[in-house]
């Protein structure tokens, strides 16, 4: 029932029924094995932790992670939940190591490489950030956020034609993508192919990107507009 209350969206009446499945679980577990109480006892905490996280109460949502992960060791999506808990939480770090263990326990996690990569793009390790998300593609080759991301961290460290490659992959992947339009034309403007970046620019706007439109209305713009 915590489930349903959390798939439509009401987290409180989540939370309660989780909190009731954990009060359950604690009269009932001594006629459970200790196998069956790491994959159910920790399965609650995990889910209330969810719901939490959603209320924006991060911290509330990592004690509940933390407390599934002392129940069961080798929950990844416990340790996946609490690393993005923490990143929301500006414990950068602490995300950074619980990805990590995530990854060691599900070596084939294509969300928790993708997620460890923006928070080292975020820190400015943008090698450590390409890595992750070539990892990440490894893993999923149409996971069109990891080429969106790559891109931008290549673009960082100055491998435009590289950005634009993977930019234009995860138009490939996405053709909706307005951020990776938007992206490859600014690359294509750095390097001086105007004429495409403008055709790049307008196509994100026609793609509905506010941002790139209000943009568009500014001088900085001036010379796409007249073309």
Same mark, same amino acid.
């Given at each position: 029932r915590g489930f349903a209350k959390d798939m439509s969206q009401d987290y409180e009446g989540a939370i309660a029924d989780y909190s009731k499945?954990?009060?359950l679980q604690s009269k009932t577990i001594q006629n459970v094995d200790s196998h069956s109480r790491?994959?159910?006892?920790a399965i609650p905490y995990n889910n209330r932790g969810n719901a939490k996280s959603k209320l924006e109460d991060y911290y509330g949502a990592i004690a509940d992670y933390t407390r599934a992960i002392e129940i069961n060791p080798s929950y990844d999506n416990a340790y996946y939940n609490r690393g993005f808990a923490k990143d929301m939480s500006q414990d950068y770090? =602490? %995300? #950074? !190591?619980?990805?990590t263990k995530a990854i060691e326990i599900n070596p084939r996690?294509?969300?928790a490489f993708s997620n460890r990569?923006?928070?080292?793009s975020k820190?400015?390790?943008?090698e =450590? %950030? #390409? !890595?992750d998300y070539s990892k990440t593609i490894e893993i999923d080759p149409t996971f069109n956020d990891a080429y969106y991301n790559r891109g931008n961290s290549k673009r960082q460290l100055?491998?435009?034609? =590289? %950005? #634009?490659a993977d930019f234009s992959k995860a138009i490939e992947i996405n053709p909706s993508d307005s951020e990776a339009y938007t992206n490859r034309g600014h690359v294509k403007e750095i390097i001086g192919d105007k004429k495409d970046a403008c055709e790049d620019i307008k196509k994100a706007i026609q793609l509905g990107n506010e941002t790139i439109k209000n943009w568009f209305q500014t001088d900085r713009a001036s010379w796409c507009r007249n073309m």
């Open positions: 499945a954990i009060e790491k994959s159910w006892d770090e =602490g %995300a #950074i !190591a619980d990805y996690y294509a969300m990569g923006l928070i080292k820190l400015e390790d943008h =450590g %950030a #390409i !890595a100055g491998d435009y034609y =590289g %950005a #634009i």
